[in-house]
């Protein structure tokens, strides 16, 4: 055959592409059903839609996806690059198509084709790549990057088995495997052309080369292949669709020949087992210290396989190395991903031969880091045993940044030895460490935390000496959370009523809510309002029959805390109030009071002992007092078992009361109290972490305030806590841990709980009874507010209105400005 021109080549292949563009829907679907499941519409089971309806949305996104990647190539795009070990994006059918705008579309079309779509959407799994708040942030940081049209990447590890699954059993926490992949991921897209080794161990040896330069080599004895997997972000109603990267780790050589060939079978395949074990399993946290070595394994493989990319792009085009902080910003969440700091160094120096201060200049230009935690024994170290067998070549250059470092120390203040040991990247006191937010403030060009509050204590604490001595590389980026899963998705019913209201520039402008303040004493407005709230209770009512037999009142109030167990959380202060509310009405059955229904929900750590036992308490406490006759149903306890995501979509919207409860210094910032406040929850809360500017936008009359302060805490703490004070004051409290201490609640085991109430009356560092009179006392000023439906459902009202702060898009705008310095894109899918 003869040539075709290219020019007649060019036209077939945009003739072809309007035909991807445009295909039916319904047609599209029948199509992946045949061709991708292999299944014909007569035997097809509704996972079988499901797969078929998923691949054709993704064909939809498909198409974007490239003309973004084209667009982005053409110009001379700068490229946000977020790393973290966690993703927790939820489901993707539905926000995928609501950000497609195509929502109305596919019911239809899967109604034409005898599928209800909301049966569809139920049995999607949820990948559940992260623990809870910091891995959501992350998903939540890439819808708005979408959104707002900045060219962005998301980095992280395709873990094969999330986040485990939890069941109640007899009340106790049983975790099961997450088998998410099990049924095949249709998001997915599995690229082995695009893959990059990893090096472990092994040895490094130093030479002069001919120009007199010292050059270092690194031979690893192990090497593992980082396989991409990519999942594509959609924006919301742009044509910008942004890739998530999940590296999936992999055996070099799938057997080793000249093993196999001698007759060692099991030799050969050991090191696939081994390589594949990187990226097999998400680690909990919480988790006392065991098992780090994968975990720090870990990590160094996502980075290296991500920076390792990241420069792979950069030389697409042929630019001089010395632009890479113009093309490309990495966000480091957390210190999970801080050995970057080392590893772009020694990609720098050792690979690309840039002399020293080259390589350091760009690295902390090119990165940032952000900081979730001021508790110490979150603060991620490891051991230089592990450090030195493990990465032998990137402690090497930690030592020499840290020699570099403490010189710049001491030059800047002179004879302070003190500080240069406080300040130094290795812990030299015990058994000597790496301290990675050391290593994660020196190596990059911004440090912040993720609330007010959080970035100011993180400059009086746990980075004092960093931010005396650069002070313009600290600043704070509060959380936002994305209105799009959390308002339009989980809570159709009232984002239709904020449409019908205020116009629906609140989506992408979520300022915009305030307009809604004008019609917070409209009584028609009431009546919709208390109507869309009272279907979302419903609505969870059943789920938690459902989930747990128990039988839960819509018209009560809902009264929720659903994040992780915890002890700086403090369920237990939630559980010791219901205690006494319960007591309360069973001395006095005619008590006036309005029904309540407490809603728990969270994982714990599987090693967490403290946190299995505060579960356990809940179910105990809901055992006994969901049986008690005598209180006529005005209290019920529930614990919803296994909160995730996909069960948070119906949890947000019904909740009246939103339990922010924090020991105040403790809770970066939280997110959960943002997604309750956008849908209506009143909070009842510290001055903890975002609780701060929640109750600022609110407004004080529109927050319910307890609590010792974050000050006060620390006081409270150098004066001495003295425990048995709170016990001896305070007949309520005494009455609710005598009642646990004699196995009320643990069907009459005395022993259960003692751990618990030790920590309590003896040890508590989180100050429990140092709040309880306080809370119960807020507590009571909730009752008396609930009375009052119009004057509540203001103030549901008004935390609506007031909550567009905490839109994850004005944080992205903040990162974009003042960290990242990227720009909008416009994607246009009509003209590539
Ligand atoms: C938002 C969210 C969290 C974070 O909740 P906090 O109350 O901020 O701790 C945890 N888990 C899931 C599933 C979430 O959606």
């Known amino acids: 055959m003869s ?80 790393l973290s070990a966690e993703f927790l994006i939820g489901p993707q059918l539905g926000n995928n198509l609501l950000n497609l705008g195509m929502e109305a579309e596919a019911r239809e079309a899967m109604h034409a084709l005898g599928q209800d779509l909301d049966v569809l959407l139920a049995i999607e799994e949820e990948p559940g790549l992260g623990n809870g708040g910091l891995g959501r942030l992350a998903a939540c940081y890439l819808d708005s990057l979408a959104r707002l049209e900045i060219p962005a990447i998301g980095y992280g590890i395709r873990y094969e088995f999330g986040i485990f699954d939890q069941e109640v059993c007899d009340g106790w926490q049983i975790e099961r495997t997450d088998k998410w992949l099990q049924r095949g991921n249709p998001w997915e897209i599995v690229r082995p052309e695009l893959s990059h080794y990893v090096g472990f161990g092994g040895y490094t040896r130093s030479e002069t080369d001919e120009q007199g330069r010292l050059r270092v080599h690194w031979t690893p004895t192990r090497q593992v292949k980082g396989v991409a997997c990519d999942m594509p972000m959609q924006g919301y109603d742009v044509d910008t669709c942004n890739i998530l990267r999940l590296w999936k780790s992999e055996a070099v050589e799938s057997f080793d020949f000249q093993d196999f060939n001698a007759g060692a079978y099991y030799e050969a395949v050991e090191e696939k087992v081994i390589s594949e074990t990187l990226s097999k399993v998400l680690y909990p946290n919480d988790e006392p210290e065991a098992g780090k070595r994968l975990r720090l394994a870990q990590q160094y493989f996502f980075v290296s396989c991500s920076l390792q990319d990241l420069l792979r792009l950069f030389d697409l085009k042929a630019t001089p190395i010395e632009r890479l902080p113009e093309r490309f910003a990495a966000q480091l969440n957390d210190t999970h991903p801080s050995v970057a700091v080392a590893e772009l160094m020694r990609l720098l120096v050792d690979e690309r031969l840039l002399p020293w201060d080259t390589a350091w200049d760009l690295t902390r230009r090119t990165l940032a880091y952000t900081n979730h935690t001021l508790l110490p024994e979150a603060l991620e170290t490891w051991g230089l045993p592990l450090f030195q067998s493990l990465l032998p070549r990137h402690l090497e250059i930690i030592y020499e940044i840290n020699r570099r470092f403490l010189d710049d120390v001491r030059r800047a203040y002179p004879g302070d030895e003190a500080r240069v040991t406080r300040m130094s990247l290795i812990d030299e006191t015990g058994d000597r460490k790496v301290r990675m937010a050391h290593l994660a403030t020196v190596g990059t060009h911004a440090v912040n935390g993720v609330a007010a509050l959080h970035s100011e204590l993180l400059k009086q604490t746990v980075l004092h000496d960093f931010a005396e001595m650069f002070p313009e590389r600290f600043l704070n980026v509060t959380n936002g959370v994305t209105p799009r899963r959390f308002l339009m998705l989980s809570n159709p019913g009232l984002a239709r009523l904020l449409h019908e209201t205020i116009g629906d520039g609140w989506a992408t402008d979520l300022a915009r809510l305030d307009a809604l303040a004008a019609h917070a004493d409209d009584p028609a407005f009431h009546d919709a309002w208390r109507k869309i709230r009272r279907d979302n209770k419903t609505a969870l009512a059943a789920r938690i029959e459902h989930a747990t037999g128990i039988v839960v009142d819509p018209d009560a109030l809902f009264d929720i805390q659903v994040k992780r ?32 229904c407490f809603i728990f929900g969270g994982k714990a750590a599987p090693g967490y002992a403290m946190a299995k036992l505060m579960i356990r308490l809940i179910t105990g406490i809901a055992e006994v007092v969901n049986n008690d006759a005598t209180i006529k149903g005005r209290l019920k306890v529930v614990f919803y078992p296994d909160f995730n995501v996909k069960n948070g979509h119906w949890v ?47 407004g004080a009359e529109n927050f319910f305030l307890f609590g010792l302060t974050a000050q006060q805490v620390e006081e409270t703490k150098r004066e001495g806590y003295h425990p048995a004070r709170y016990v001896r004051d305070n007949d309520e409290l005494r009455d609710a841990l005598s009642l646990i201490s004699q196995g009320h609640f643990s069907r009459g085991d005395r022993e259960m709980f003692r751990p618990l109430l030790d920590n309590l009356t003896h040890s508590d560092p989180f100050l429990v009874l140092a709040d309880f009179a306080d809370y119960v006392a807020c507590q009571e000023r909730v009752s008396e507010a609930w009375r009052d439906a119009r004057q509540w459902t203001r103030m549901s009202v008004m935390n609506t209105a007031r909550s567009g702060k905490f839109s994850s898009d004005r944080a992205i705008h903040e990162y974009c400005e003042r960290i990242w310095n990227t720009h909008r894109v416009r994607i246009d899918l009509a003209q590539p």
């Open 3 to 82: 040539e075709v021109p290219a020019a007649e080549a060019a036209a077939n292949a945009k003739a072809a592409l309007a035909d991807v563009h445009g295909y039916a829907f319904q047609h599209d679907v029948v199509r992946n059903l045949i061709c991708r499941q292999a299944r014909y519409p007569d035997v097809a089971d509704a996972h079988d839609w499901y797969m078929a309806l998923a691949y054709s949305v993704r064909d939809r996104m498909l198409a974007r996806w490239v003309a973004s990647m084209q667009t982005y190539t053409a110009q001379d795009v700068k490229v946000a690059c977020y």
């Open 652 to 698: 947000y919207p019904a909740a009246d009361l939103s339990e922010q409860i924090s020991t105040a210094g403790k809770e970066a910032s939280g997110t959960g109290n943002m997604k309750f406040m956008m849908n209506g929850a009143l909070t009842i809360g510290t001055l903890d972490g975002a609780n701060v500017e929640i109750r600022e936008e609110a």
């Open 565 to 596: 167990i915890h002890e700086y959380k403090r369920q237990h202060l939630n559980a010791l109030y219901i205690i006494s509310l319960y007591r309360r009405l069973c001395r006095n059955p005619d008590l006036d009071t309005a029904p309540r």
